[in-house]
């Protein structure tokens, strides 16, 4: 049986020469993997990380990995792909998200979400240093734990006034708060023990490190 879907690239695992493990998020699955294959001299910019795509999927009934093709970009995401700082940031938020959401899970309305998310983000033009922090707010409360002040107390540190202007503004607000980059790795890493928390796994995301020596 063939499905047309769409898929969000969290990760990928390579498996031979031409053959590629997509791990994605869709609509219909969930979080799920699936295999494809990779044109000979290229293709690979269309499997980074958050990208949007539009695809067929075959089902295999003896297999997990059922394979898909006839990929296309949904959307081009320029604003994302000709900036470092941004690249870097779709890194940190797909890494977040492979290490969180498990197989086989879904969630109401996270891929939706997650796609808001990111062509948010690539039409952001200015100051969107903070933009990390937003996300990780909004992705809680994608995955049902609704953040507030008080749920985030015992893990907020010398961080509450901080994270009180995080949630009691806008998204245009939020990218305005003052923030060195010190205090947004520790407000990050604040955001992810909470949401490992409620999330029962620890989240160790390397790519942290990237955006602290980017937005210093």
């Known amino acids: ?35 494809t294959s990779v044109p000979k001299g290229g293709g690979m910019a ?19 990995l059922w394979r898909t093709h006839a990929l296309s970009a949904s959307h081009p995401l320029t604003g994302l792909r000709t900036s470092a700082a941004k690249n870097a940031m779709t890194l940190f938020m797909s890494e977040v998200l492979w290490r969180t959401v498990r197989d086989g899970a879904r969630e109401d309305g996270l891929f939706d979400w997650l796609e808001r998310s990111i062509l948010t983000l690539d039409a952001l033009e200015g100051d969107y240093a903070n933009y990390h922090l937003r996300f990780l707010l909004e992705f809680a409360a994608a995955l049902g734990f609704s953040p507030s002040l008080e749920d985030l107390m015992p893990f907020a540190g010398g961080h509450l006034s901080e994270i009180r202007a995080l949630l009691q503004t806008d998204l245009a607000g939020s990218l305005l708060i003052p923030l060195n980059g010190q205090a947004r790795n520790e407000i990050a890493e604040l955001l992810l023990r909470y949401i490992g928390y409620h999330a029962e796994t620890r989240i160790e995301v390397r790519s942290l490190r990237v955006l602290r020596e980017l937005f210093r």
């Not at 990928?12 to 998020?25: D, F, I, M, N, P």
């Not at 269309?46 to 997990?64: C, K, M, Y």
């Open 46 to 64: 269309l499997f980074q990380p958050l990208s949007v795509l539009d695809a067929e999927v075959t089902e295999n009934p003896r297999s997990e």
């Open 1 to 35: 049986m063939i499905y047309h879907t769409r898929l969000i690239i969290l990760n990928t695992t390579k498996v031979g020469e031409r053959s590629l493990v997509l791990h994605a998020l869709s609509p219909d699955w969930g979080r799920r993997s699936f295999i």
